[in-house]
T-cell receptor, first 117, second 108 residues
Framework: NAGVTQTPKFRVLKTGQSMTLLCAQD?????MYWYRQDPGMGLRLIHY?????TTAKGEVPDGYNVSRLKKQNFLLGLESAAPSQTSVYFC?????WGGGGTLYEQYFGPGTRLTVT | RKEVEQDPGPFNVPEGATVAFNCTYS??????FFWYRQDCRKEPKLLMS???SGNEDGRFTAQLNRASQYISLLIRDSKLSDSATYLC?????????FGTGTSLTVIP
């Protein structure tokens, strides 16, 4: 199993350009998440999905859109990149543990380092 | 108020030392609790889940106090390879909430 993979690993954009980050998982997890990590800020949730065809906003959704057309893929889009979106982006997946409805651990992808100039 | 708060450190300890990290969370409805380890420029990886009864994995011991909304991690006999950032993570509903991390450097 590859686990969680992210493409691309690195990208440099100019202000105003658009791009899509791809996250794929092969563990059949229902839940998927996009985070950004900035120095001193910890991981902040951008958007998440609790299943195919569903998405929801997290803590910092502005400037980003997402889609979950297939269970294994979760796409993060930047329509018009801004320097404030320079960050490391992590995707993660998770699953319900046992019969109690509690989410178990998250599995993370290796990250995408995005610089917007 | 942040959902999860940790002392950012840094903690600089000699090899063989015992070090403890603490974390508090604000949502009393939180359901599951974890410590993750993150190495520089890498993704976070699960170190251990934290159970109400406390749990141990080798040199690592985690404790949870639901009444005080407090989580701890104890590392005994620190190794150079323990140098990393330790993230306290709490699950509530469909989301996970991360502390900003505590930096640990183990010195030879």
């Amino acid at each position: 199993n590859a686990g969680v993979t992210q493409t691309p690993k690195f990208r440099v954009l100019k202000t105003g350009q658009s791009m899509t980050l791809l996250c794929a998982q092969d563990m059949n997890h229902e839940y998927m998440y996009w985070y950004r990590q900035d120095p001193g800020m910890g991981l902040r949730l951008i958007h998440y999905s609790v299943g195919e065809g569903t998405t929801a906003k997290g803590e910092v959704p502005d400037g980003y859109n997402v889609s979950r057309l297939k269970k294994q893929n979760f796409l993060l889009g930047l329509e018009s990149a801004a320097p404030s979106q320079t960050s490391v982006y992590f995707c993660a997946s998770s699953y319900i543990w046992g019969g109690g409805g509690t989410l178990y651990e998250q599995y993370f992808g290796p990250g995408t380092r995005l610089t917007v100039t | 108020r942040k959902e999860v708060e940790q002392d950012p450190g840094p903690f600089n300890v000699p090899e063989g030392a015992t070090v403890a990290f603490n974390c508090t969370y604000s949502n009393s409805a939180s359901q599951s609790f974890f410590w993750y380890r993150q190495d520089c420029r890498k993704e976070p990886k699960l170190l251990m889940s934290v159970y109400s009864s406390g749990n141990e994995d080798g040199r690592f011991t985690a404790q949870l106090n639901r009444a005080s909304q407090y989580i701890s991690l104890l590392i005994r006999d620190s190794k150079l390879s323990d140098s990393a950032t330790y993230l306290c993570v709490v699950n509530a509903g469909n989301q996970f909430y991360f502390g900003t991390g505590t930096s640990l450097t183990v010195i030879p």
